[in-house]
């Protein structure tokens, strides 16, 4: 239950410190230290394992793919919180570099990827957060209203969280092609969140459809091994 509150906690606060026009620069600063923190005690204290764990064992294609998303996301978190520190104007403002345009697109860029990667990462562990939610629930997996509800859901998730990447203008975020934020424009905090959980939900759902056919071939060559 501590893991799980921590992680929802965790997503929760990385959606509103991607856009700080709802919430005061200091906010922003105090939330994304504290997000930093969460991922921190995250990596330190209940992925422990993983690192002790890695190169041994047999590395499959699924395995190999974890390894590189994780281990991206670590550099581009390491990135978020050095970049933050040099564009500083309240909790670490001696160390301020504000006036420095890369320094600034280097924390958009990093912060952008950690976004994206640990959507992935849910992605990757998402049969496990979905079966300890159908046995909290007590539905079975193999019930037609539950395949019916959670694919449609799926679904609309992805098209959606597409039509939301665009709209929001993620891939230009990522390459380093957007503009600064029209301040003139009023934001929907209702709307950003709901469009910044859809784009999450579908990097979720394609990265969790994708390791099941991956699991399903790897089964398959087993079996055809062992026949």
């Not at 570099?97 to 992605?123: R, V």
Request: a positive charge; one cysteine or more; hydrophobic letters at 50%.
């Amino acid at each position: 239950m501590i893991r799980n509150a921590l992680n929802l906690v965790m997503v929760l606060c990385l959606i509103v410190v991607m856009d700080y026009r709802f919430i005061t620069n200091t906010i922003h600063e105090m939330l994304g230290l504290f997000t930093l923190l969460l991922l921190i005690i995250h990596n330190t204290l209940l992925k422990r394992q993983w690192y002790t764990a890695i190169g041994k064992g047999k590395m499959d294609l699924l395995r190999i793919l974890k390894t590189i998303t994780n281990s991206l996301l670590l550099v581009m978190i390491v990135l978020v919180a050095v970049t933050g520190l040099l564009i500083s104007q309240t909790v670490f403002s001696s160390f301020s570099l504000s006036g420095n345009l890369l320094t600034h697109e280097l924390h958009i860029l990093s912060a952008y990827f950690s976004f994206i990667l640990i959507s992935i990462h849910l992605g990757f562990h998402w049969n496990v957060l979905s079966g300890k939610l159908r046995h909290w629930l007590r539905i079975e997996r193999t019930d037609f209203g539950y395949i019916l509800l959670s694919r449609t859901a799926s679904l609309l998730t992805i098209g959606y969280g597409i039509y939301a990447s665009f709209t929001r203008q993620i891939g230009s975020k990522l390459l380093l092609k957007h503009g600064f934020i029209d301040w003139s424009a009023e934001p929907s905090l209702v709307g950003f969140i709901f469009d910044y959980m859809s784009i999450m939900g579908c990097y979720i759902a394609i990265t969790y459809y994708l390791t099941q056919r991956l699991q399903k071939l790897n089964h398959k060559k087993i079996h055809m091994v062992e026949t």
